[in-house]
Structures are given as structure tokens and as C-alpha cells.
């Protein structure tokens, strides 16, 4: 069964700051690992993904993620935010062979004060 | 970028009748979803459809749902009878491929059944 596990449900930061969310998942096969942003009252937008090679993705808007085998995480890092950057973000898994939901953690509520 | 549209963005309906919510996914995409999220609850896979068939559906997937793409039209979720429970918002998406793909999801449907 994967699960996947987002800590803090709320982290506040100011402009310019940097922040890190973190994302924690269980699952014994090979999966893709993505985090989507969320603002209020929209859809997901997609921001990045990791299947294999380099741990670190790039995303967009300044956003990269890191993922670490042996600690099972895949946290999501933006050296300096902007007041837009609050929302909700959202980390998913999904399976690289067999099923192929996303399986969403709890979410993210990010804020940042100007 | 690509847009997964959704129709209505609001839906207000008694309990025990029926309703269809429209998605039109991604133009050339070939794999369809639907998410359900009740307010500040994360997102949680519904179903999965490909070639006109359901390939996957959760526990949250009840009898009284049920999905299809007549003639590469809307992607639908119908639900018949409405229960107070589905009252949550619906988000649709679509993805070109399976795996290592980008899912692009719609502004969702907040249904209230009343």
C-alpha cells in the first residue's frame, strides 16, 4: 500500500525567505514521486516530478525537490518566495507499473506574509 | 498550456437525484480521471478510465457512480441517487500517457447535495 505523508500542515514564512515542505512516502516498488501546487478555488497545476537520475528536479517558479532513498522523502525546497507562492501543495506517488492513481498526502498550507 | 475544462463550477442538487458532471480533458489525451476532495481533506482518487473502460476505481467509487466518454464527448461522472455524503468538490483530469506523464487537472466542480 503506498501512503504518503506531509507533516506540517501549515508553514508560515515571509517574502524572500526560503522554505522547505516536506513529503514522506511508503511504498516498496519502483514509483514517480511529484508535488502540485493548489491555489484557492482552482485546480492542481502541476509543478514537478522524479522518477530516476538526479535526486534534485527543477520545477517551476524557482521550485526543486529532492528525493532521498534511504529516508523515503521527497521534500520541496524555493530558495526565496513570493507572496503568490501561497497555497496549497500537495505530494503524490504513483506506481511505475501496475496501478496508476495518484495517491495524494494531506497537503501543505503555505503562507507568505509580504 | 493545456486546460481541462470542467462544467458547471457549481452545483446545488437534492438529495436522491441524479447528477452529471462534465469534464472536456485535454484535446489528443487518452487517460481520464476523477478526484474527489472535501473541503480541507486532500485529494482522493475516484477513478481511472482508458478506452472506454474503467481501469481502476477506489472504495470512494460507490455503485452509484459511474463514468463514460460517449463518442470522445465529455468525460462524465454521473451519480444516481445523490447522497448528503458526495457533497465535496470533483476534479477532473487527463494525462497523454500513463507513468512518467504530466496529469492536467480542471478547476473542479464543487457539488452540494442538499
Known amino acids: 500500500t503506498q501512503t504518503v505523508s506531509q507533516s506540517d500542515a501549515h508553514v508560515t514564512v515571509f517574502e524572500g525567505d526560503s522554505v522547505e515542505l516536506r513529503c514522506n512516502y511508503s511504498y516498496g516498488g519502483s514509483i514517480y514521486l511529484s508535488w502540485y501546487i493548489q491555489h484557492h478555488g482552482r485546480g492542481l497545476q502541476f509543478l514537478l516530478k522524479y522518477y530516476s537520475g538526479n535526486p534534485v528536479v527543477q520545477g517551476v517558479n524557482g521550485f526543486e525537490a529532492e528525493f532521498s532513498k534511504s529516508d523515503s522523502s521527497f521534500h520541496l525546497r524555493k530558495a526565496s518566495v513570493h507572496w503568490s507562492d501561497s497555497a496549497v501543495y500537495f505530494c503524490a506517488v504513483s506506481a511505475s507499473s501496475g496501478s496508476w492513481q495518484l495517491i495524494f498526502g494531506s497537503g501543505t498550507q503555505l503562507t507568505v506574509m509580504p | ?16 437525484q441524479m447528477v452529471t458532471l462534465n469534464c472536456d480533458p485535454v484535446s489528443n489525451h487518452l487517460y481520464f480521471y476523477w478526484y474527489k476532495q472535501i473541503l480541507g481533506q486532500q485529494m482522493e482518487f475516484l477513478v481511472n478510465f482508458y ?9 470512494l467509487f460507490k455503485d452509484q457512480f459511474s463514468v463514460e466518454r460517449p463518442d470522445g464527448s465529455y468525460f462524465t461522472l454521473k451519480i444516481q441517487p445523490t447522497a448528503l455524503e458526495d457533497s465535496a468538490v470533483y476534479f477532473c483530469a487527463s494525462s497523454a500517457d500513463r507513468g512518467n506523464t504530466e496529469v492536467f487537472f480542471g478547476k473542479g466542480t464543487r457539488l452540494t447535495v442538499v
Open chain 2, 1 to 16: 498550456g493545456p486546460k481541462v475544462l470542467q462544467i458547471p463550477s457549481h452545483q446545488i442538487i437534492d438529495m436522491g
Open chain 2, 51 to 59: 478506452n472506454g473502460k474503467v481501469m481502476e476505481k477506489s472504495k
